[in-house]
């Protein structure tokens, strides 16, 4: 049997997390590691020293980095009525910000989903797929999103559709009038908007990460067993569209490896200069029942459950995340000392 019908052997009825930065988990049959991913080319970046009189080290983002404030301007009540905030349960997030961008979960009557805003500067690394207005199916779900401009920002409005009988029901579907109202709301709320981004620190860790020699670093191997091990997420299609976003402009470094015998999985995210969100209320929202620790002699947290273990430090330039399933805790905190080693500067 091959790599890929065996994936499919294994895996043909499993479970797994949907985690469309607000939580949703969905079931779907598994697909082969060897598919071909939907996520457009990360573009390398370097490293750069910051001057002694333009460092900043906490971003500027668009509403102040506050989504409430984004939710009740006037043209975005008009647009979807009064919008609870979401807490994302990943942190795709943090990069975004880092960025000078925004990215705000919510759920209102008319209409479930987030808002992304991004300097529109940032944006050219993007595909087709994230910058055409579109209704594409995602596992169970359809995701219709739509798009605009609005003085140096771009700006996507997204909405999630389950079962309600009102949604579109296919991909193709035209987009929800509703959320071409959002977006023309927001890019209006956002023109006037400004935005500065973390200036790269000395020890700021280089993007794409060089994950063939992470997992050395890191002994992938003790972590999984000895079976055959693959460079690839356990699940379907291309994930989160945070995620795809973070990874298109850059703003976040992730590597994956997982064995199909046992059905365990490691792996790491690094957002660069990202150690202003360390006292972020949303980082610790996010987390689920986190408990402190300390690795490598640095405040970190740990949050479980029966999906994956979360080990979640920062070297006080980049944060660092280490995510596990079937992985004994303390190993798992063994692995993040090994990856502190190796993305941090002496």
Known sequence: MDRAAAYRHRFATACVALLLGFGVIGCAAAVSPDAESTVPPVTPTTSASPTADAAVTTPVAPFGGDCDALFQEDGVLAAIGPAEQRTPSERWWVGLQRAGGLSCGFSADAVGGSVVILPAALTGSLSVDETEPSCRRAYDEVWCSDTRTGGDFWVLALGVYGDDPSAPSMEGAPVPEVLTELADAVAVAVSDETATPVTPSATTVALPLDCAD?????????????????????????????????????????????????????????????????????????????????????????????????????????????????????????????????????
């Open 214 to 346: 992470l997992a050395d670093e890191i002994d992938v191997p003790s972590l999984l067993g000895d079976g055959e091990i693959f460079p690839t997420r356990i699940e379907e299609g291309g994930g989160p569209l945070d995620r795809i976003l973070a990874e298109a402009v850059a703003v976040s470094g992730r590597c994956d490896w997982a064995e199909l015998e046992d059905f365990r999985e490691v792996g790491l995210v690094v957002y660069p200069d990202a150690a202003w969100a360390w006292s972020e209320p949303e980082l610790s929202e996010s987390l689920e029942a986190p408990e402190g620790l300390t690795v490598s002699g640095l405040d970190a947290q740990v949050s479980g459950n029966e999906y994956r273990t979360v080990v979640l430090v920062s070297d006080g330039t980049n944060l660092v995340e280490v995510i596990g399933h079937g992985i004994d805790t303390d190993d798992l905190v063994a692995a993040t000392e090994r990856v502190l080693a190796a993305v941090s500067a002496p």
